[in-house]
């Protein structure tokens, strides 16, 4: 299995970006990926999810109305759209999977697989 993210940089405030999470080496009819963050000095958090299961589920509240996700089974990815950027969103951006249950979770140490993360930095 393997989870490859890509799409950061660096944005201005206000700005929008893309991150995708290629994924291989498991079936993309039954799944949940998450996003999560860590910015420098504080703790992982969950952002956002999306399962097979149950559709997209919000963790941080500090991105409602500004992030989305999607998936294309398709191409086995799940996008994070990322508008409204503020400096507060800057971190490496980590996908996971959870192919076990198909569940999205907010507790990273539910997930069985980790992409490698992707820096985005958002200035002022």
């Known amino acids: 299995v393997q989870l490859q993210a890509s799409g950061g940089g660096l944005v201005q405030a206000g700005g929008s970006l893309r991150l995708s999470c290629a994924a291989s080496?498991?079936?993309?009819?039954?799944?949940?990926i998450g996003w999560f963050r860590q910015a420098p000095g504080r703790e992982r958090e969950a952002v956002l999810c999306?399962?097979?299961?149950?559709?997209?589920?919000y963790y941080a509240d500090s991105v409602k109305g500004r992030f989305t996700i999607s998936s294309d089974n398709a191409k086995n990815t799940v996008y994070l759209q990322m508008n409204s950027l503020k400096p507060e969103d800057t971190a490496v951006y980590y996908c996971a999977a959870e192919i076990t249950y198909y569940y999205c979770s907010g507790y990273g140490w539910k997930y069985d697989y980790w992409g490698q993360g992707t820096l985005v930095t958002v200035s002022s």
């Open positions: 080496g498991f079936s993309f009819d039954d799944y949940a």
């Open positions: 999306i399962s097979s299961s149950d559709g997209s589920t």
